[in-house]
C-alpha cells in the first residue's frame, strides 16, 4: 500500500500536459498569452485563439507556424524609426501601435501626423515559426489551447503536430 500511495504522489507531482502547454503559453517571453488572449487569460494583441481550439492539432499547429502575417504592418515614423506592428484602436488624434519588435510587444501610442507610412509585413516572422519550436511544446500548447477552448485534456501526441 505504501508504494502505490508514493507512486500516486509522484505521478501528481508531475505537470500535465495541458499544464505544461497553459505554462509555455503564458510565459512572460516568448509566451503565446504575450500576443493572445484564450478564454480570458492574456493579452488580446493578435487574434484570440479560442476559435482555433476546435479544430484539429494538425490544424492549430499550421495556424501556429504559419508566417502569414496579415495583422502585421511595418510602421515608419517621421521621426526616422520603423517596426513591425499591429493596429489597435484608432481615432483623429492617437492611432495605438503594438511593436512587435519587443518581447511582449510595447504599447505605443501615436499621432497620425507623426507616420510616415503604414505598409504591408515583409519583415516580422510568427515567433513559433521563427523560433522552430520543437514538436513536444508544440504538442503541450495544442494540447492547452484545446483544453480552453474545449474541456478536453485528451493527450496530443508531438508526431501530429511535426
Request: glycine content about 8%; overall charge positive.
Amino acid at each position: 500500500m505504501f508504494w502505490i500511495t508514493l507512486l500516486l504522489m509522484a505521478q501528481a507531482a508531475v505537470p500535465s500536459q495541458t499544464e505544461r502547454g497553459e505554462t509555455l503559453f503564458l510565459a512572460a517571453q516568448q509566451g503565446c498569452g504575450s500576443c493572445h488572449a484564450l478564454k480570458g487569460k492574456g493579452t488580446a494583441v493578435g487574434p484570440d485563439l479560442t476559435g482555433l481550439g476546435r479544430l484539429g492539432p494538425q490544424a492549430i499547429a499550421m495556424a501556429t507556424r504559419s508566417s502569414v502575417t496579415q495583422y502585421v504592418q511595418v510602421v515608419k515614423l517621421k521621426s526616422g524609426g520603423s517596426f513591425p506592428a499591429m493596429t489597435g484602436k484608432k481615432d483623429e488624434k492617437t492611432v495605438v501601435l503594438f511593436d512587435l519588435s519587443k518581447d511582449p510587444p510595447e504599447k505605443k501610442e501615436v499621432a497620425p501626423a507623426d507616420i510616415a507610412s503604414m505598409g504591408s509585413n515583409d519583415v516580422w516572422k510568427h515567433p513559433p515559426a521563427a523560433d522552430k519550436i520543437s514538436a513536444e511544446k508544440l504538442a503541450d500548447i495544442v494540447a492547452y489551447i484545446k483544453y480552453a477552448a474545449t474541456g478536453s485534456r485528451k493527450a496530443v501526441d508531438p508526431e501530429e503536430v511535426k
